[in-house]
């Protein structure tokens, strides 16, 4: 079993930053690729980030040039560094692990609020 705790979501301005974490417990030595996916009010859950084990990384068209998202496999954690935020990326914002077995856990989610 793998659990995810996001934390840092929070109400920000147009134009702010934030910062989520997502902090990783369990079997996670079994866990290959982490990412950031977004639903708003009235929309399908949506990508926003991906990373590999080995750092590769993936953006959604949406936010890229924005966001950046890191991993720290020493302290099971991955990051999404939100930069110029804009009122579109209001959201509830969720982990994402899949373990090499093909296991897949999501976090509770955190909210992201940006103001106009």
């Known amino acids: 079993q793998v659990q995810l705790v996001e934390s840092g979501g929070g109400l920000v301005q147009a134009g702010g930053s934030l910062r989520l974490s997502c902090a990783a417990s369990?079997?996670?030595?079994?866990?290959?690729?982490m990412s950031w996916h977004r639903q708003a009010p009235g929309k399908q859950r949506e990508l926003v980030a991906s990373v590999t084990r080995g750092g590769t990384t993936n953006y959604a068209d949406s936010v890229k040039g924005r966001f950046t998202i890191s991993r720290d496999n020493a302290k099971n954690t991955v990051y999404l560094q939100m930069n110029s935020l804009k009122p579109e990326d209001t959201a509830v914002y969720y982990c994402?692990?899949?373990?090499?077995?093909?296991?897949?856990?999501w976090g509770q989610g955190t909210q992201v609020t940006v103001s106009s």
């Open positions: 994402y692990a899949a373990t090499v077995n093909g296991l897949q856990y």
């Open positions: 369990g079997i996670i030595f079994r866990i290959n690729g």
